[in-house]
């Protein structure tokens, strides 16, 4: 379980640092598969882009010292912060399909 938690937390950070910035991200869990090579995000996805990555840096963090110390007391602020990081991702997520609609497609490597 631990692997998989670090690893899906590499793969959203990857997938943030890409899309802030251009690079690329993996489109899948697999961080040796297939990935999309992402523009540089614009400007009116930037400030939800950094808000995303800050709540997920202090989140990770968390996670990181729990599954690394079983008594690490963090499950109630896991629990508290899991919706809010959902529901500013999922807000990232519509507005990048708005703006995928509107400029163009990622490249697949």
Do not use: W
């Amino acid at each position: 379980m631990p692997g998989i938690t670090l690893n899906t937390i590499q793969v959203f950070d990857m997938t943030l640092t890409a899309l802030a910035d251009s690079g690329k991200a993996p489109l899948s869990p697999d961080l040796q598969g297939e990935m999309a090579q992402c523009p540089k995000a614009v400007e009116a996805a930037l400030s939800q882009l950094y808000k995303v990555e800050s709540l997920c840096q202090e989140f990770s963090g968390h996670m990181e010292k729990a599954l690394g110390d079983t008594s690490y007391p963090s499950p109630t602020y896991i629990k508290t912060n899991t919706g809010s990081i959902a529901k500013s991702s999922d807000k990232l997520s519509r507005l990048a399909e708005k703006l995928h609609d509107m400029v163009g497609h990622f490249t697949i490597e």
